[in-house]
């Protein structure tokens, strides 16, 4: 069974309007430089970590672990 135009465009902009429902909740950064810049949408509750408290209890540490979640994997959305 194919899709036609009209299924495959009503399918589109129904990605679309979600999409743009979800971004307009995210504060957008820029991050990198020159041709390497690109946009990162950050949630309203996001907090971004001390650097100056952390790095010398870090530096001190004998061994590490540093855990990073990305889009749910070790805990889940909030909003599901």
């Known amino acids: 069974?194919?899709?036609t135009l009209e299924e495959w465009a009503?399918?589109?902009l129904?990605?679309?309007?979600?999409a743009s429902k979800y971004n307009s909740n995210l504060k957008f950064v820029q991050v990198g430089f020159s041709s390497d810049v690109r946009l990162v949408g950050l949630r309203s509750d996001f907090s971004p970590v001390d650097l100056e408290s952390i790095t010398p209890v870090f530096r001190?540490?004998?061994s590490r672990l540093i855990l990073l979640d990305y889009d749910g994997t070790l805990i889940g959305d909030s909003k599901t």
């Open 10 to 12: 009503k399918g589109f």
């Open 14 to 18: 129904k990605d679309l309007r979600r």
């Open 60 to 62: 001190k540490s004998k």
């Open 1 to 3: 069974m194919a899709h």
